[in-house]
């Protein structure tokens, strides 16, 4: 895992109920029973939030026990395969397994119960306005902007996975960095899905520091926690 989280960061917090019941949505179950554990998620086989499937999601805690969700009619191989190797065993082998182009890899996965207590910075507009880029029309419903002079320069998209738990998406452009914009565009739609009754979660790559430092800032620290996924390449 990174190590850009803040001194002192509870690497061990215990995630709350809310978050647990997305955790069990989303991947299929949890908390995970033994060290690597691959669960049939019908979710996994169906259209996510952006009308796309991902048949393969998973979590990792900080000790490194892992659920990974998969779709029904591709889990087996999957399950058959996870029981002589470990994780990184495992990965490398996914697209193999599943018939499909791509590679699994991991990310950090983060959450929030109390984001950073730093000042509003965006409007709330509908997912098709005019002003906005192509990246936050599939979010549907509202996204939070920034505009400047009615200009888009900034903003965040909600991924409602379920009633349990939202995934933000941040976004800023390039003449506009360097303000702070990510990071309270963050926290302020994170107070958002807090009072939908929603846990937000941030997920980045590993490499990505501009992401995590946003993270870290908007109240969402790195607590030891991964994500797995499948990016599909060349079509198949």
Known sequence: MPSDAPAGSPSS???????????RLEVGAW?????????????????????????????????????????????GPVARRAADVDLDGLLPDVARLI??????????????????????????????????????????????????????????????H???????????EEGARGRGLARRLVAQAARRVLAEGAVPTYLHARDNVASARAADAAGFPDRGWSVVGFFPTGGG
Do not use: C
């Open 162 to 172: 379920d009633a349990a738990g939202h995934e933000l998406a941040v976004g800023t």
């Open 13 to 23: 917090e215990e995630p709350p109920p809310r978050l647990i019941e997305h955790l």
């Open 31 to 75: 908390p995970p029973r033994g060290h690597l554990q691959v669960v049939a998620n019908p979710r996994r086989g169906r259209p996510g939030w952006d009308g796309r499937i991902a048949p393969v999601v998973g979590v990792v805690t900080p000790a490194g026990d892992a659920v990974i969700g998969v779709a029904p009619d591709l889990a």
């Open 99 to 160: 018939g499909r182009r791509g590679v699994a890899g991991l990310g950090v996965f983060r959450w929030s119960t109390m984001p950073a207590p730093l000042p509003d910075a965006g409007v709330w507009v509908p997912s098709d306005d005019r002003r906005l880029p192509d990246w936050l029309r599939p979010f549907g419903g509202q996204v939070l902007v920034v505009l400047d002079d009615d200009r888009y320069v900034a903003g965040v998209g909600i991924k409602r």
